[in-house]
C-alpha cells in the first residue's frame, strides 16, 4: 500500500458495497421464508401426491441456497465493513501527519518521505539548511529505530528535522496499517466465495462456521464500535440494547454471534429463531461430517454352529471398534436424531393448516441434554402463548420421537385444538426444554435440584417473552405456563422467582401429572388461586404423584390435585402418566380452554 494509493482510498465505496450484501442477505432470508412458509406451507395445505412430493424437495433444496446465501452474504457485509473501518483509520491518519506537516512548512513527497525547511540557531553565519526524511522506525514495535530516531532529532541543528522525522513515521504507520488490513481482509474476503455449483453440502455450511470465525478474529476493532447486549442483562434491558442498535449494526452483530443472539430473552422472535437456524445447519452439518468419518460397525457376533443364530459372543473387530467409536457415534446419532426433528417441524409447515415455527433455542449439547425452544406460531404478536414444560427423561435426542412426535407433538395438539376453540385470535405454543431435565425417576426426579436451576431459566424466558411481546405490540399475551410431571417442579419454582402480579408474565399455571411445585397453597404461585389448574390420571399416574409427596416435592407433602393446594381440578380422560395430550381428548380440551382465557369452558372435578 503506497501514499498515492491510500490518499485515493474511499472507504464509503467499500460501506456501500457492505450495504449491497446486506440488502442481498435480507433478500435471501425473506424469500427463503417464502419458500418455506407459503409455497411449501401451501402445497403440503392443498395438494398431495408424488408430483407436491417432489416439488416440495425441490422447493427445500432451494431454500437451503437461500439459507446459505444469507449466511455467506451476512459475512460479506460485515467484513466490508471491517475492511472500510480500519482503511479509513489509516487514511485519516496519513492526513493528519500531512496536514500537520504542512502547518509546519514541510512537503510531503509520493513515496512518503518529508521535505522540512531551513531552520534554527545561525553556525558560521548560516541558518542550518532544510532536507529530506523518510521513516527509519519499521513500526511502533521497532522501538531500536525509534530510539535512534529520536537522538538524531536531539542532536541535530535544525529543529525542522525532528518534526519531519515524527510526520515521516506517522505516514509510514499509517501505510503500513493499512498495508496489514488489506492485507488480512483480501483473503477471508476470497474465502467467503461460494463453490461453483447450486449444491449446499455440509461440507458448505461447516465452511461457514470456520468463515465466521475468521471474520470475527479479524473485525475485533471495528466490532468493539457495536455495543454488546449488558452482562447478565435482564429482557428489558435486552430489548433496550437491541432498539439502541441501527441496522446495520444488527446484521453485523447476527452475522458473527447469532449463537449468543439466539439465547438472548427478551429479543424479537424472527431475529432468535434466524440466529438458531443458522446456528442449527452448521451444527448438523458439523454432526453428519463427524458421523461420516466413523468407520463402518464390523459384524458384532461371532457366527455359531447354526447359521440361523448368532453364537452371542462379540468378535474382536467389534469390540476394538465399539472401544473407539461406540460412545461417539452414540452422541451424535442421539443429536442428530434431534436436530432431525426440529427440522421435520420446519418441513410440517402448513400441514393441517400448521402455523410457522420459530427456534428460540438451540444448544446440542447445552446443559446436558441439549437446548430446544421451539414454538408454534410467532409468540411476539399473538393473542394467546402457552409454555410447555416437559418432565423426566426429556432430551434433546427425543424431543420428537414417536408416532405422536413427542414432546414438540403435544405443542402442536395444544396449538390445534386452541386454535379450533379461539378461531378469530392467534395462538402460539411453545415447547420449552432449557433446563437439565431428570434422566431417571429414582434417584434423579426425587431431588429439587434440577427444578432449583431450571426454575429461575423458565422464568427469565418467561419474562423475555412478555418484553418481546410489549415491544412488537405494545402489550403483553394472555399467556400460561404448562407443566408436565417433574416439568410442573419447574413451573412451580419459577413462579417462585419473581412477582408474577407486577410483570404480568404469566397469567395462569396448568399442572399435568405433577408431583408437586414446592409451594403447598395455589397463591403462593402469584396468579390468584382460581388462575391455578391441575389434572391427573390414573393409577400409574398416581404413583408419579404420591411419589413426589412423599419425597417433598410438594411442600408439606401437599400437591396440586390436592383439594387443600386451594387450585381448580380439573377432569382428565388421560389413560396414564402421558395421556394429557391424547388427540380428542377431554384433558387436551381443558387446556386449550385455559389457553384461551375461555375458563368457564373448563370441566371440574
Known amino acids: ?190 474465502a467467503l466465495k461460494a463453490d461453483d455449483d447450486l449444491v449446499v453440502s455440509d461440507r458448505d455450511w461447516v465452511d461457514t462456521k470456520e468463515d465466521r470465525d475468521g471474520v470475527l478474529r479479524g473485525a475485533d476493532a471495528y466490532l468493539d464500535t457495536i455495543a454488546p447486549p449488558p452482562k447478565g442483562g435482564t429482557p428489558g434491558q435486552n430489548v433496550e440494547w437491541w432498539n439502541s442498535l441501527g441496522p446495520e449494526q444488527r446484521a453485523d452483530y447476527l452475522a458473527v454471534h447469532p449463537g449468543a443472539l439466539g439465547a438472548l430473552n427478551g429479543l424479537p422472535a424472527d431475529i432468535r429463531d434466524e440466529a438458531n437456524r443458522m446456528v442449527l445447519a452448521q451444527t448438523k452439518a458439523a454432526y453428519q461430517l463427524e458421523l461420516s468419518s466413523i468407520p463402518p460397525e464390523p459384524t458384532k457376533y461371532q457366527p455359531s454352529l447354526n447359521a440361523s443364530w448368532p453364537s452371542g459372543m462379540t468378535t474382536a473387530e467389534w469390540r476394538d471398534w465399539n472401544s473407539k467409536y461406540g460412545d461417539q457415534k452414540a452422541r451424535l446419532e442421539n443429536v442428530m436424531n434431534g436436530m432431525r426433528d426440529i427440522q421435520d417441524r420446519f418441513d410440517r409447515t402448513g400441514e393441517g393448516g400448521l402455523p410457522e415455527a420459530y427456534l428460540l433455542g438451540f444448544d446440542p449439547t447445552g446443559l446436558g441434554d441439549g437446548k430446544v ?119 412451580g419454582v419459577a413462579a417462585q422467582s419473581g412477582s408474577w402480579q407486577d410483570s404480568k408474565a404469566v397469567d395462569d399455571f396448568v399442572f399435568a401429572g405433577s408431583p408437586g411445585v414446592q409451594a403447598d397453597r395455589a397463591l403462593d404461585l402469584g396468579v390468584g388461586a382460581d388462575h391455578v389448574w391441575a389434572m391427573g390420571g390414573p393409577w400409574d399416574d398416581q404413583g408419579v404423584r404420591q411419589g413426589g409427596r412423599l419425597v417433598g416435592l410438594g411442600d408439606n407433602g401437599i400437591i396440586p390435585t390436592d383439594m387443600r393446594f386451594g387450585g381448580n381440578v380439573m377432569k382428565s380422560d388421560s389413560d396414564g402418566h402421558s395421556g394429557f395430550w391424547d388427540e380428542n381428548s377431554q384433558s387436551l380440551r381443558n387446556q386449550a380452554a385455559v389457553i384461551t382465557g375461555r375458563h368457564q369452558k373448563v370441566e371440574l372435578e
Not at 388 to 405: F, L, M, N, Q, S
Not at 413 to 426: G, H, I, V, Y
Not at 448 to 475: I, K, M
Open 1 to 190: 500500500m503506497d501514499l498515492t494509493t491510500l490518499k485515493a482510498f474511499k472507504p464509503a465505496d467499500f460501506e456501500d458495497a457492505a450495504d449491497g450484501y446486506r440488502a442481498t442477505a435480507q433478500m435471501a432470508t425473506a424469500v427463503k421464508d417464502t419458500v418455506d412458509n407459503q409455497i411449501c406451507a401451501g402445497i403440503r395445505e392443498q395438494l398431495k401426491g408424488n408430483a407436491a412430493d417432489a416439488a416440495v424437495g425441490a422447493l427445500r433444496e432451494l431454500s437451503k441456497n437461500f439459507h446459505y446465501t444469507q449466511s455467506e452474504c451476512g459475512l460479506a457485509s460485515t467484513a466490508l465493513n471491517a475492511f472500510a473501518f480500519e482503511m479509513a483509520a489509516a487514511k485519516r491518519k496519513l492526513h493528519a501527519a500531512i496536514e500537520d506537516a504542512r502547518a509546519n512548512n514541510c512537503t510531503v513527497d509520493a513515496n512518503g518521505a518529508v521535505t522540512y525547511p531551513p531552520g534554527g540557531k545561525e553556525q558560521d553565519g548560516k541558518v542550518p539548511a532544510g532536507g529530506t526524511v523518510r521513516s527509519g522506525a519499521g513500526g511502533p514495535e521497532d522501538s531500536t529505530a525509534a530510539a535512534l530516531d529520536r537522538q538524531a532529532a536531539a542532536i541535530h541543528p535544525n529543529p525542522n528535522f525532528g518534526k519531519a522525522s515524527q510526520y515521516a513515521d506517522r505516514i509510514a504507520d499509517a501505510l503500513r496499517e493499512a498495508t496489514e488490513a488489506d492485507a488480512k481482509w483480501a483473503p477471508k474476503l476470497r
Open 373 to 491: 425452544i421451539l414454538a408454534n406460531g410467532n409468540p411476539d404478536v399473538a393473542d394467546h402463548v402457552a409454555v410447555y414444560v416437559p418432565g423426566t427423561h426429556a432430551g434433546i435426542e427425543d424431543i420428537g420421537d414417536g408416532d405422536d412426535r413427542g414432546e414438540l407433538g403435544r405443542a402442536e395438539r395444544l396449538w390445534n385444538r386452541s386454535t379450533a376453540m379461539s378461531p378469530t385470535e392467534s395462538v402460539s405454543t411453545i415447547t420449552w426444554l432449557d433446563y437439565n431435565a431428570p434422566d431417571s425417576v429414582i434417584p434423579e426426579a426425587t431431588r429439587g435440584t434440577y427444578a432449583g436451576e431450571g426454575g429461575p431459566r423458565l422464568y427469565d424466558f418467561l419474562q423475555g417473552n412478555r418484553a418481546a411481546q410489549e415491544n412488537a405490540v405494545g402489550t403483553a399475551a394472555h399467556t400460561t405456563a404448562i407443566g408436565h410431571s417433574y416439568g410442573s417442579t419447574v413451573v
